[in-house]
């Protein structure tokens, strides 16, 4: 008997529709606006130039400046270099925020100096509501000692003025946070070494997300470190999980899953029994949504595509199960599932921006076989493309793997 099936779209999950609104980014990520010259604040972060309290106009002087060039595989004109000064015999850490300095102390690790979010002040605050699974950050470390340690820390906190590392014990103020540290890269003052910190968020707090406070300083011990030790900082990247970690057929997990495998074939014996319910999933995070398509091939054969939206609504990853019954009429993707394409860059169609599925040299080919992106990814980076006509292109990783990509 002839079975026909219509394509059906079901969702499995929703993400709120609050989250929708939310920024999912930094403002000024990559440190390219800046408030004047060279030794002023970047545009969005705060430093000691800004700070308040008891000895605001001692600690006042500059501790950073902006530096010309990027990262690796960047395309940026500028990053932040933060450097540890000594005023009066006295050292300070270089020091970056998104809130505000207080310098209440003469002594550098007395709790009156922090850093806190000012929510008065829209120019020391910063609104985020997502819930970012991990932060990125690209970073040049030079100290003086090899076991110095520099810190990049992300809190995600509720409505109140958040006071860094003051109020880390009381958990009803915060919801999580992302610490990044590293020791020197370079023993050289005069050379840079770029390395990417990629780190998860953990959720140990029970407020809401209501802001973020960001805090990057040349030492995770206030007054340590020698002076002149010098952090440089590009591109912070707040990645959005759109894993699946489970596919399962009638409630067991479909052969060879692989969560960075996409492609699956199965064989049931009766296809007019099959339904959407047979196959199931579960995602890497509970805020990302699954949109599962059921389309008919022929009356043997079923696929069903899983496509899989992170938090942030643009993040995507898509898995596809091919269902038969009697002889396959696909019959390479049921013998050899592996000889799918990787996906390399998502969504596809694009339009604005791509993300990286893999790690790798990422090129991107017009159709006159013009390289017209080239640049060294990482696995859940972002890359503009927004200057790209729309057509028909090439995703071409390490030069050997490739795909199709429709620029729209």
């Known amino acids: 008997m002839k079975h026909k099936y219509l394509t ?3 969702l499995t999950s929703l993400a709120a529709t609050a989250a929708a609104q939310a920024p999912f980014q930094l403002p000024n ?11 002023s604040e970047p545009t969005h972060w705060n430093t000691f130039e800004s700070c308040d309290g008891s000895y605001a106009s001692l600690a006042s002087s500059n501790h950073h400046y902006r530096r ?4 690796p595989g960047g395309s940026g004109n500028y990053y932040l ?14 020091n970056m925020t998104t809130g505000r300095v207080h310098a209440g102390s003469m002594t550098a690790s007395s709790s009156d100096n922090y850093n806190y979010t000012q929510r008065s002040n829209s120019n020391h605050c910063q609104p985020f509501t997502a819930t970012p699974d991990s932060m990125y950050v690209w970073v ?4 003086g000692s090899s076991s110095s340690t520099a810190q990049i820390e992300a809190i995600i906190h509720g409505d109140n003025d958040f006071k860094a590392p003051n109020d880390f014990s009381n958990t009803s103020l915060f919801k999580g946070r992302a610490t990044a540290q590293t020791t020197r890269t370079t023993s050289s003052a005069s050379s840079m070494s770029w390395q990417q910190l990629k780190v998860p968020f953990v959720y140990s707090g029970s407020s809401s997300a209501n802001y973020m406070l960001i805090n990057m300083t040349t030492n995770k011990n206030a007054g340590a470190g020698d002076k002149n030790d010098s952090l440089s900082i590009d591109d912070i990247v707040f990645i959005y999980s759109a894993w699946l970690t489970d596919i399962t057929v009638d409630g067991t997990t479909i052969e060879g899953f692989a969560k960075g495998k996409f492609k699956y074939a199965v064989h049931v014996d009766d296809l007019t029994a ?5 196959i199931g999933c579960t995602t890497e995070v509970g805020d990302a949504s699954v949109e599962k398509t059921v389309a008919t091939v022929d009356d043997t054969t079923v696929r069903v595509t899983l496509t899989v939206t992170a938090e942030d609504g643009t993040t995507q990853k898509v898995y596809n199960v091919t269902v038969t019954s009697g002889a396959p009429s696909d019959p390479l993707a049921i013998q050899n599932p592996e000889a799918d394409i990787q996906t390399l860059v998502f969504p596809n169609p694009a339009k604005d921006y791509l993300t990286a599925a893999c790690d790798g040299l990422l090129e991107i080919v017009d159709m006159q076989g013009r390289v017209v992106l080239s640049r060294h ?9 927004s200057h790209l006509p729309r057509g028909l292109y090439t995703a071409i990783l390490d030069t050997n793997k490739k795909h199709k990509l429709v620029i729209h």
């Not at 099959?274 to 047979?278: E, H, L, Q, R, V």
């Not at 990814?377 to 493309?385: F, K, L, R, W």
């Open 8 to 10: 059906l779209i079901i």
């Open 29 to 39: 990520p990559g440190f390219e606006q800046w408030d004047g010259g060279y030794d």
């Open 68 to 71: 010309s060039g990027h990262r």
């Open 81 to 94: 270099t933060i450097y540890t000064k000594s005023t009066l015999g006295i050292k300070a850490n270089g």
């Open 140 to 143: 040049s470390f030079y100290a």
């Open 274 to 278: 099959f339904s959407a319910d047979n």
């Open 377 to 385: 990814c990482c696995a859940g980076e972002q890359i503009a493309i």
